[in-house]
């Protein structure tokens, strides 16, 4: 033990006793952790109320804003407000790639804000939209996840170092060695709002997880390993492909069917008619990325606002995809899971 005498520190606290060494240690460290860094967060149109939401999260998000013009010719006509105020902060941006009409005048301003003097730059895009095309079935196939991922490892250096680029739940973990050197890949995940969400529900202790085929159980059961699971799989019969149950029993349980994305919807529907067969009380869904082309996600609406056994209980999504996510709130079965907190959380790392 130590006898400290009677000193005054920076957060006021006066030590007049004796204090183990263990805890001067401890105090000091605290003292001295350091501070969070302020952000500037730019977004794009589609990203707007993300941006806000993630901007509510602290007082060190502080939102900026871009013209987002055209000139007649429809070519994007761009301007950064606020382009010298920014040198030697800390930038990001949040990016939605929703469609290739979109991607060209955020690319513009991705590749100008690294080139401003900032001291680091920090790239957002929560949903990576080619990232289900990663592979060549045959020759003359393009894979243009890796296109994808080559245009933005040439986002110029800044003063700081290379690009920070934050992505939730890619598609195939292996994407990471797409991206050159210039970026330094962080891929995030919204499985914890999903268990989050799950510990509230009244069934809590009931819940079965379920995986759509192997490549899902991959990407996500050790994230889910504390449920029961299910892993349903795409077998042949002739001309058709029947979705079977391929290993757990579902009977009597609460059923979370667990995917990266949802295109038309096909196959969760085709998981949930089997699940249900097999004795699952409620079906339910997760995805992170509700890309849901051409209003696909109608089909799964409670019809006259009420469930039924046929449909699905609970039909969780994240605001990866901001369009679709401002389409569906409050349309049951659908929930958003909201992106914003943790977002903040990745831009100050």
């Excluded at 800044?158 to 797409?178: C, M």
């Excluded at 919807?265 to 849901?292: D, N, P, R, W």
């Excluded at 389409?327 to 929930?335: C, G, Q, T």
Aim: include cysteine; charge should be neutral.
């Amino acid at each position: 033990m130590v006898r400290i005498l009677p000193y005054k520190i920076e957060h006021k606290i006066q030590l007049t006793t004796v204090v183990h060494p263990t805890y001067i240690f401890l105090l000091l460290a605290k003292m001295e952790k350091p501070q969070k860094k302020q952000v500037l967060l730019y977004y794009c149109v589609e990203a707007e109320e993300l941006a806000r939401k993630i901007a509510n999260q602290s007082n060190h998000i502080q939102l900026q804003s871009v013209n987002w013009r055209s000139f007649d010719d429809g070519f994007p006509n761009l301007f950064i407000n606020n382009a010298q105020d920014i040198r030697g902060q800390h930038v990001s941006f949040l990016a939605s790639f929703s469609s290739p009409a979109v991607m060209f005048e955020q690319l513009s301003v991705i590749f100008a804000l690294p080139r401003l003097f900032v001291a680091s730059f920090t790239l957002v895009l929560p949903f990576f939209p080619t990232g289900s095309f990663e592979r060549m079935e045959q020759e003359g196939d393009v894979a243009t996840a890796f296109t994808m991922a080559r245009i933005l490892s040439n986002i110029p250096i800044t003063r700081g170092g290379p690009t920070s680029l934050v992505i939730y739940d890619i598609h195939a973990l292996q994407e990471r060695f797409y991206f050159g050197d210039n970026v330094l890949p962080f891929f995030e995940t919204g499985i914890p709002l999903l268990i989050r969400r799950l510990h509230q529900l009244p069934d809590a202790d009931n819940i079965v997880i379920a995986f759509p085929d192997d490549g899902a159980w991959k990407r996500f059961h050790k994230q889910l390993d504390h449920f029961p699971m299910v892993v349903c799989a795409k077998v042949r019969e002739g001309d058709k492909r029947i979705v079977r149950v391929k290993e757990g029993n579902p009977s009597g349980c609460h059923v979370v069917i667990v995917d990266d994305l949802v295109q038309s919807g096909g196959t969760l529907i085709e998981c949930q008619k089997v699940l249900a067969a097999h004795g699952a009380t409620k079906v339910s869904a997760y995805v992170t990325h509700a890309v849901f082309p051409k209003n696909s996600w109608e089909k799964f609406v409670h019809k006259n606002g009420k469930y039924t056994n046929e449909a699905f209980a609970y039909f969780w999504i994240t605001d990866s995809c901001s369009p679709t996510a401002k389409n569906i709130e409050n349309k049951a079965p659908f929930e958003v899971l909201s992106l914003a907190g943790s977002i903040a959380d990745a831009l100050q790392i």
